[in-house]
């Protein structure tokens, strides 16, 4: 079933790289193996993903002509404004603040996490820092860090 935060598509028109609903969590597309029509049926696709917020491996099997939901990603800029303790305090592209994102759990990698706070507390010379970013619902997670001189 559809909601405003998915798509409905058919399980032929699945690619890798792309995002599908498997078990209710929004997956990255990692493997995708086919298997032929039978006598009685239609062909059935075995989908294996990688969890976009949590990164555990996901698999289901669907029918080839089977809708199924695709999570709308969107891919959010964000402006760091401050940094206070482990929350990040940032600007949406519509101008509004959030404060509900952490350091330590929405940014991808640790090693990430490091190089915006090193960015933050001793880059003087940056006029912006830039956070890119996937977002599904109200869940958000920090991919990449670009600097604005």
Same mark, same amino acid.
């Given at each position: 079933m559809a909601s405003q935060f998915t798509v409905l598509q058919t399980g032929n028109s699945l690619r890798n790289g792309g995002y599908v609903m498997l078990r209710g969590e929004p997956c990255r597309i990692k493997q995708l193996n086919w298997s032929a029509p039978g006598k009685h049926g239609s062909g059935k696709i075995r989908v294996v993903g990688m969890g976009v917020f949590d990164? &555990?491996?996901?698999?289901? /099997? /669907?029918?080839?002509?089977?809708?199924? @939901?695709? @999570?709308? *990603?969107?891919? @959010? $800029?964000?402006?760091?404004?401050?940094? #206070?303790?482990?929350?990040?305090?940032?600007? $949406? !592209?519509s101008g509004e603040e959030r404060t509900d994102l952490?350091?330590?759990?929405?940014?991808?990698? @640790?090693?990430? +996490? !490091?190089? *915006? #706070?090193? $960015? =933050?507390? !001793?880059? #003087?010379? +940056? +006029? #912006? *820092?830039?956070?890119? +970013?996937?977002? =599904?619902?109200? &869940?958000?997670? *920090?991919?990449?860090?670009? /600097?604005?001189h």
């Open positions: 990164g &555990r491996h996901r698999e289901e /099997i /669907i029918g080839s002509q089977e809708n199924v @939901p695709v @999570p709308v *990603i969107l891919k @959010p $800029t964000l402006l760091l404004v401050d940094l #206070e303790d482990d929350y990040m305090v940032v600007m $949406t !592209e952490r350091l330590s759990q929405n940014v991808q990698s @640790p090693e990430l +996490a !490091e190089q *915006i #706070e090193k $960015t =933050f507390c !001793e880059d #003087e010379d +940056a +006029a #912006e *820092i830039l956070l890119h +970013a996937l977002a =599904f619902k109200d &869940r958000c997670l *920090i991919v990449k860090l670009s /600097i604005k």
